[in-house]
């Protein structure tokens, strides 16, 4: 999908499209006075549990499949009746009837959680033989509500079809205490189609990632003989689009190597641009830095995880869906050594705390977008940031100047844009003050981001 300005000014986000025809008019300063009710009528239908589009109903090539649906709308708090209820009743089940798959089944649990068993499938190669890549999920979210039952273990969706973006809908914005589940539902999603497709691997559905890694740090611990029987770990739980994660908490966790190797080919097979990245914060892989030479993390496409503005780029989760299953993962080079002395960056941050360019959004719509139906049934990074450092935006100092009014209108329709349309938007008409507004928005969701976190565990 190529975008415009022009077509983000249809977009179903009211702020996106005022904004978007504001610059192509070259009259900022008179965004506060459009009319704040333009396009009531045309979404008043979205609202609450409205269906999702009918189009949706069927999985297509453009819209978002059933499976993914499913696996969203459930809340998935670990040690919730909800999770226990998918991970049992649905994956398990999925699992269990696929076609290739040659053996399901969980493992042990420490003792002081019995919810903690990782469930796990393993698909071999035609001739019987097994393959040395590990894929890894998690089944849990940072929801608030634990689902007790069938009504409170669910949500419902919007999605907007013009940016290809899944988000909450209103009705699950207002109960309080959810989010998209995003992180790590297209990673289940991700990996229930590599399945589907009979990709050779030992795929591993983790319980408490959530919970600081509670199933897989008991693995390390229980499972060391297995889990040295792999080359490589690869998880499907980074935020973003673009990065091939080397380091998690400042330490290496795959080679220089494989990372290019891995970032080549998602980058070859696919209308997808992957580079390696040392700014991995921790997530289920990291606990066999020990045990498996090469263990990394990808960027899956959501983004404001842990909060309700937490959305899913459909876009970039769909093209991810038909790389990976033509990927030779057996073929990618292993270079690292888990037995020798750990290696560390000597400077630098882990995480995406920094502004650069190709940012990985700013996130949520609220209740705008094509409403979806329920459909049944660690990455805490929230700035966005790039290896390259190199900004999108125009740098020079002749446009710092006529902040105003038009300042606060820009930061606050910034505030509910994504990656993509602000890019699209400076490529149009570049913002006469973008530095200064970047600094004040990224300082915002920073203070906002954290906020959230740590109410999540008060």
Excluded at 103 to 114: E, I, L
Excluded at 266 to 289: I, K, Q, W
Excluded at 368 to 386: F, N, R
Aim: with cysteine.
């Amino acid at each position: 999908m190529t975008l415009t300005a022009e077509a983000l000014a249809t977009s179903p986000n009211p702020i996106v499209a005022q904004l978007a025809a504001t610059i192509l008019d070259g009259n900022t300063n008179d965004a506060d006075n459009a009319d704040s009710n333009s396009g009531d009528e045309r979404f008043a239908s979205l609202d609450g549990t409205a269906e999702m589009a009918a189009t949706t109903a069927e999985e297509d090539d453009e819209n978002p499949p059933p499976l993914l649906l499913k696996i969203l709308s459930t809340k998935r708090c670990h040690g919730s009746a909800s999770e226990r209820s998918f991970v049992e009743d649905f994956l398990f089940e999925f699992l269990d009837n696929s076609e290739y798959v040659d053996d399901v089944y969980y493992t042990t649990a420490p003792k002081a959680d019995k919810e903690a068993k990782n469930l796990v499938a393993i698909v071999k190669y035609p001739d019987g033989r097994e393959s040395k890549t590990l894929f890894s999920c998690h089944t849990d979210t940072c929801h608030t509500l634990l689902g007790s039952d069938e009504s409170q273990g669910l949500q419902n969706l919007a999605y907007d079809p013009n940016m290809e973006q899944i988000f909450l809908g209103e009705e699950a914005r207002k109960e309080g205490g959810n989010v998209l589940g995003a992180d790590d539902g297209v990673g289940i999603w991700l990996m229930l189609e590599m399945v589907k497709r009979g990709v050779p691997g030992t795929y591993v559905f983790h319980r408490g990632e959530e919970r600081s890694c509670i199933g897989s740090k008991h693995l390390s611990q229980a499972y060391d003989a297995w889990l040295r029987s792999f080359d490589r770990a690869i998880a499907f739980d980074r935020p973003g689009c673009d990065e091939v994660i080397t380091h998690q908490r400042s330490e290496r966790g795959c080679s220089k190597e494989f990372a290019e190797a891995l970032a080549g080919e998602l980058t070859m097979l696919g209308n997808l641009t992957y580079e390696p990245s040392d700014r991995g914060v921790f997530t289920d892989t990291a606990c066999y830095f020990r045990q498996i030479p090469e263990c990394t993390n990808l960027g899956v496409g959501y983004d404001f995880q842990h909060g309700p503005d937490e959305y899913l780029d459909w876009g970039h989760a769909r093209e991810l869906a038909d790389v990976i299953v033509r990927l030779d993962w057996d073929a990618l080079p292993t270079k690292r050594d888990p037995a020798a002395k750990p290696e560390h960056k000597s400077t630098g941050t882990y995480g995406r705390g920094n502004w650069g360019g190709n940012s990985h959004g700013y996130g949520g719509y609220g209740a705008y977008g094509t409403a979806l139906s329920t459909g049944g049934v660690e990455d805490d990074e929230p700035l966005p940031t790039h290896s390259n450092n190199v900004s999108p935006f125009p740098t020079s100092s002749s446009q710092a100047a006529n902040t105003g009014a038009f300042k606060a209108t820009t930061v606050a329709g910034l505030a509910g844009m994504s990656r993509r349309e602000i890019a699209v938007l400076v490529r149009e008409k570049p913002l006469t003050v973008e530095r200064l507004l970047v600094d004040l928005l990224s300082e915002r969701k920073g203070l906002e981001a954290r906020l959230e976190q740590l109410r999540l565990f008060l």
